[in-house]
């Protein structure tokens, strides 16, 4: 938790607008997991007011949203411990951004948390790709993880997932993967990356995608 001070207010306020697009329109509750300042559940509230919206993060941020009275419920705590239980309610939508690589044990924490997942619910999730050629590139020719303040090698990190390690973790949990498909494919501005990727044939897309978007639901 220490090395989390160090981070600067940024690190925590993106809001996820590539996660907030697959949410379906009739999903009217959802809950973040490392819902960091706040900002993604104020912009689905802010898509659709009706929302009941959930957020839990292990930091208290000053100067975030975290407190806005447009956040249904704010929850502080870690996830891996005992003493948080979100088992009473449940979700249309958990998403969980670039969180599950921070856990000591994320394969229990999908086990856990499913039950808060509504029967026909979806998991909406990001996960940075270990396979990404400057990863690769750096321990090949640089002989270091080059660990840094953010991206696939951010410090904070304890696990490290490629495409298929991703796809195990959910279906450990008896989740059925629907989708996993690299964050470019959600950007607009990454069109040379997705010209690149169509002209490959998709060879080498585990190799230029920084994060994988997996949507999984129940019956894995």
Request: aromatic share 12%; net charge neutral.
């Amino acid at each position: 938790m220490e090395l989390y001070k160090d981070k600067n207010i940024s690190y925590f306020s993106n809001v996820r607008e590539d996660l907030i697009n697959l949410i379906p329109k009739d999903s009217m509750s959802i809950l973040e997991i490392g819902a960091g300042g706040g900002d993604t559940l104020l912009e689905i509230k802010r898509r659709d007011p009706r929302r009941i919206v959930y957020g839990l993060e292990l930091n208290n941020i000053e100067g975030s949203n975290q407190a806005n009275s447009l956040i249904d419920k704010f929850i502080f705590g870690n996830i891996e411990n005992d003493d948080v239980d979100i088992s009473k309610f449940q979700f249309d939508v958990i998403l969980i951004g670039d969180v599950l690589e921070h856990l000591i044990d994320p394969w229990k924490v999908l086990n856990k948390i499913k039950s808060s997942l509504n029967p026909k619910g979806l998991f909406i999730v990001s996960i940075p790709n270990a396979r990404h050629y400057r990863l690769i590139s750096s321990l090949l020719f640089g002989g270091t993880f080059n660990y840094q303040e953010q991206g696939v090698l951010d410090k904070t990190h304890l696990r490290f997932f490629c495409k298929k390690d991703s796809i195990d973790l959910f279906e450990s949990a008896k989740l059925k993967v629907e989708s996993i498909d690299p964050i470019f494919k959600y950007y607009p501005e990454s069109n040379k990356i997705k010209w690149f990727n169509r002209l490959t044939l998709g060879l080498f897309e585990e190799f230029i995608s920084l994060q994988y978007v997996v949507i999984a639901r129940y019956g894995g």
